[in-house]
């Protein structure tokens, strides 16, 4: 009976240590600079034409810090952020108003994929941003 109890005990030391560190390695991945550079995505166009998505000339960056701290030039203020593995919530508390956005994180080929949660796009969309 104890060496069952220390086989649990084991096993669920270790299944909780591998998803902290899972975690922890998930937000080191998100530390950083990341720029704006494509939407992916179902576009209307004026002329009742459509178009999936585009390149982005420029395009804002966000700097998340390891303090949650989130510098970036998309608004007139820097905000925060808070991230549980797959969900982004950032933080923008201007003066003017408050900006508060969800998306599911994901990562391909070194890009950071931010697709909306709920989507705010008809057929779905997401935002890519590369790494500085």
Not at 26 to 34: C, Y
Not at 89 to 106: A, G, K, M, R
């Amino acid at each position: 009976m104890k060496n069952l109890i220390l086989i649990i005990f084991v096993f669920f030391f270790f299944s909780c240590s591998s998803n902290d560190s899972e975690t922890n390695q998930q937000k080191e991945s998100l530390i950083g600079t990341w720029q704006y550079v494509e939407f992916e995505g179902i576009i209307y166009e004026a002329d009742g034409g459509v178009s999936y998505g585009h390149s982005i000339e420029n395009g804002y960056t966000y700097n998340f810090a390891e303090s949650n701290i989130l510098i970036s030039n998309r608004f007139s203020c820097n905000g925060t952020y808070q991230y549980d593995s797959e969900i982004l919530t950032l933080i923008f508390d201007c003066s003017e108003n408050q900006q508060v956005s969800t998306y599911d994180v994901s990562f391909e080929n070194n890009f950071l994929i931010l697709t909306p949660n709920p989507s705010s796009c008809y057929e779905g969309c997401s935002y890519k941003y590369r790494k500085l």
